[in-house]
């Protein structure tokens, strides 16, 4: 079965730079798109990367994301950290038979 | 403004059913699918499944086949995710989401089910 797997937990100051991995268990994933999506504690998510690296309107340009096949991975990097930012970080892709799949998140605390 | 509003809290005993609504505004309801995520307390998310809006195909997630249904009432511009049997592991909160090939951009508020005895 296709797994993603994200670290579970970062932490970086305000104003720093974080980067938050997602690695694909096998095949490519760049085969499928990848999404990421922030739940602030007690919120429901919300999208901030669609498509690998698309920002919906409203997402600051400090959220960033990229694929790297070498690695097989995709990544999240958010730039100049506020505090609001802490949050669990998800993302997501579909495997072979379309089926959806998640990582299992990543706690960002901003200290 | 594109708005996905969840039906409330439910309380149900082993074995029973849930069925859960999703009533969307704010855009052409056809034009998009509507996929299933769940949460269980202090656990990543999960995909259930998808439908389209447009013409009733669904994609479930496998785990969850044959105990799961979603449908959708164009008139209503309302989605549904009905889930039988259930088990105590089906307590979470469900959310719905619009879905456009695969991508999801809004979400609802989230509907918490509990499942107790």
């Known amino acids: 079965n296709f797994m993603l797997t994200q670290p579970h937990s970062v932490s970086e100051s305000p104003g720093k730079t974080v980067t938050i991995s997602c690695t694909g268990s096998?095949?490519?994933?760049?085969?499928?798109?990848v999404q990421w999506y922030q739940q602030r504690p007690g919120s429901a998510p919300t999208t901030v990367i669609y498509?690998?690296?698309?920002?919906p309107s409203g997402v600051p340009d400090r959220f960033s994301g990229s694929i790297d096949s070498s690695s097989n991975s995709a990544s999240l990097t958010i730039s100049g950290l506020k505090t609001e930012d802490e949050a669990d970080y998800y993302c997501q892709s579909y495997d072979s038979s379309n089926q959806g799949v998640f990582g299992g998140g990543t706690k960002l605390t901003v200290l | 403004q594109v708005q996905l509003v969840q039906s409330g809290a439910e309380v149900k005993k082993p074995g029973a059913s849930v069925k859960v609504s999703c009533k969307a505004s704010g855009y052409t309801f056809t034009s998009y699918g509507i996929s299933w995520v769940r949460q269980a307390p202090g656990q990543g998310l999960e995909w259930m499944g998808w439908i389209s809006a447009y013409n009733g195909n669904t994609n479930y997630a496998q785990k969850l086949q044959g105990r799961v249904t979603m449908t959708t009432d164009t008139s209503t511009s309302t989605a549904y995710m009905e889930l039988r049997s259930l088990r105590s592991d089906d307590t979470a909160v469900y959310y719905c989401?619009?879905?456009?090939?695969?991508?999801?951009?809004?979400w609802g508020q989230g509907t918490l089910v509990t499942v107790s005895s």
């Open positions: 096998s095949g490519s994933i760049a085969s499928n798109y």
């Open positions: 989401a619009r879905d456009s090939l695969g991508i999801i951009d809004y």
């Open positions: 498509e690998d690296n698309q920002r």
